[in-house]
């Protein structure tokens, strides 16, 4: 079975501090993905990688950046956190064409 | 008008019911369709992926694919109160994985 592991479950930060959210998936994927999730709005993706050091913005990067210095692991930056950036953070693999997504269990992050 | 609309719900059915959820998109592109199902406070996990239009079934589970429509559907037969759950449709215009999701109906299967 495909694993995808997020650092944390859950976190709370301050305002105005760097916040890292780590991916780890163990199947060899080429493709990972960073999305946030809000009630009403459903999931909107942040960032993609499709291989090691490449990134490409989704539909909303503003006051994020990634890293993908190894093919399994794919990392989310917060710089400067802020209130609005409080939500459910989901990583997902996948694997070449369109089979779907494999997701991690979620990091829910409070900035206070 | 977004994308891919979903009703939020929440859906109420009585164990063993038959559960239609549904959802409708804009672009007629999409050719790849796929259902999650997310528990409360988990990540979604992948049920069922379909290519363009046709019929897909797994256990108690089938998805539809209309594309004249422009409408897709899953079924749960003899559903079970562990079948609560949000349920996510999906889908993508080409064979890379940048997925359009709809915003989840709440499935609530009473015993």
């Known amino acids: 079975d495909v694993k995808v592991t997020q650092s944390s479950r859950y976190l709370v930060k301050r305002t105005g501090e760097k916040v890292f959210l780590e991916c780890v998936q163990d199947?060899?994927?080429?493709?990972m993905f960073w999305y946030r999730q809000d009630p009403g709005l459903g999931l909107r993706l942040i960032y993609f990688?499709?291989?090691?050091?490449?990134?490409e913005k989704g539909d909303i990067p503003e006051g994020y950046s990634v890293s993908r210095e190894k093919k399994e692991r794919f990392s989310l930056i917060l710089e400067s956190a802020s209130t609005n950036q409080t939500s459910m953070y989901l990583c997902?693999?996948?694997?070449?064409?369109?089979?779907?997504?494999?997701f991690g269990p979620g990091t829910r992050l409070l900035v206070l | 008008q977004k994308e891919v609309e979903q009703d939020p719900g929440p859906l109420s059915v009585p164990e063993g019911a038959i559960v239609s959820l549904n959802c409708t998109y804009s672009?007629?592109?999409?050719?790849?369709f796929m259902w999650y199902r997310q528990y409360s406070r988990k990540g979604p996990e992948l049920l069922m992926y379909?290519?363009?239009?046709g019929n897909k079934e797994d256990g108690r589970f089938t998805a539809q694919v209309d594309k004249s429509s422009k409408y897709i559907s899953l079924f749960i037969r003899d559903s079970q109160p562990s079948d609560s759950a949000t349920y996510l449709c999906?889908?993508?215009?080409?064979?890379?994985?940048?997925?359009?999701f709809g915003t989840g109906t709440r499935l609530l299967v009473s015993p």
């Open positions: 997902a693999s996948a694997q070449g064409l369109a089979v779907g997504q494999y």
């Open positions: 199947m060899d994927h080429e493709n």
């Open positions: 990688s499709y291989d090691v050091k490449m990134k």
């Open positions: 672009n007629s592109a999409f050719q790849y």
């Open positions: 379909t290519y363009s239009s």
């Open positions: 999906a889908m993508s215009t080409t064979g890379f994985q940048k997925l359009v």
